[in-house]
């Protein structure tokens, strides 16, 4: 409605649109010719039908209502626009002769915000005119305002949305392998640097198993890159299957290359998890007519287990890992390997 205020009203240097509602003629003479003195816009109606016809014909800024109507009364008219969403903001005044009390308590109750008593003053009913127009527009200010302050929150808090979904993305796309879909090598950095710190200070055991698919490049020669990328894809898939803790970490180190990070656990706990591992993977019986080892996909596991030390760089985990996979594949491949390290990293 505050619209269609806007439209008619004080924006054509009105000082208000009123509807001055009576069945009197000489009432509506008097109060008309009154307001438009005073610089109002006067709108008339002798009855309450004509009164409901108007305000949704003109939409006046306030209504001046008489009471004592034939066949719909100020009451009536007053509940009526009260109870549609479009006419129940627009200030009703009550101006009738009569003057009992009961009467104003009920013109309050059904909505009016104001009475005044017949016979009235001009500058009275002048002066009440002008307050409420005054409440009442900076009643639709604040409302606006509010709207302005409510959409600027909703489209802050859309945009903070908008930007944690891209960071988790952004994260997401820097941490994952591209194909696999499993941490990517930084993330294996990051993951390997911070458990080694936390391990080190808590002095408990960390874990690491270098995983190597056999014979890959007879895969590929074989069957084709595209159908090596699925076969790491689904090899991926079920090495993620077999690590049950969210503190595991799986990556792809490079290549047919992957790495496991396994924090708190023993060299025993290691070399279960690395035989699932390789069960796992001839579950998958993915065909290699190229392999020396199986008429299947296979892989290859070497497993280094120490307390971290913090003067020692985690390379050393990662160079001996690497030596107990060689040792693997040295002894046939399809195997799990341990690295004979020292439990506890010495500088």
């Known amino acids: 409605m505050s619209d269609r205020l806007e439209k008619h ?29 005073k610089g109002f816009k006067v709108l008339t109606a002798n009855s309450g039908r004509a009164a409901i016809a108007c305000v949704y014909q003109d939409w006046p800024e306030l209504i001046l209502l008489d009471i004592c109507m034939p066949q719909m009364d100020g009451y009536a008219v007053c509940m009526a626009l009260k109870a549609d969403e479009h006419t ?17 308590i009920k013109a309050f109750k059904v909505g009016g915000i104001d009475y005044i008593t017949k016979p009235f003053h001009g500058a009275e009913v002048v002066a009440r005119i002008d307050t409420h127009l005054s409440i009442c527009r900076l009643q639709q200010q604040l409302e606006a305002q509010n709207q302005l302050l409510q959409q600027e929150v909703r489209d802050r808090i859309a945009a903070e949305t908008a930007l944690q979904s891209a960071n988790r993305e952004l994260y997401r796309l820097a941490n994952l392998d591209g194909l696999t879909q499993v941490a990517n090598r930084r993330s294996f950095d990051a993951t390997l640097d911070k458990e080694w710190r936390r391990l080190s200070r808590e002095q408990n055991p960390l874990s690491l198993i270098l995983c190597d698919v056999d014979c890959f490049k007879g895969f590929n020669d074989t069957y084709g890159h595209q159908s090596g990328d699925e076969c790491l894809k689904q090899i991926a898939a079920a090495m993620t299957a077999v690590l049950k803790r969210p503190s595991d970490l799986l990556a792809r180190y490079g290549g047919e290359e992957f790495v496991i990070v396994l924090p708190n656990t023993p060299e025993s706990g290691a070399i279960h998890v690395a035989e699932e591992i390789r069960a796992a993977i001839h579950d998958l019986a993915l065909p290699h007519r190229r392999s020396s080892v199986r008429p299947i996909v296979t892989l290859s596991l070497g497993i280094a287990t120490l307390i971290p030390s913090i003067d020692v760089n985690p390379e050393f985990l990662i160079y001996a890992a690497d030596r107990a996979l060689y040792t693997a594949k040295m002894e046939g491949r399809d195997r799990a390997c341990v690295a004979p390290v020292p439990l506890v990293a010495e500088s």
């Open 88 to 104: 129940k903001n627009i200030p009703i005044i009550f101006i009738s002769a009569l003057d009992e009390v009961l009467d104003k």
């Open 9 to 37: 009203g004080s924006m054509h240097g009105e000082r208000g649109r009123i509807l001055v509602v009576d069945d009197t003629p000489d009432n509506l003479d008097l109060l008309g010719s009154l307001l438009t003195r």
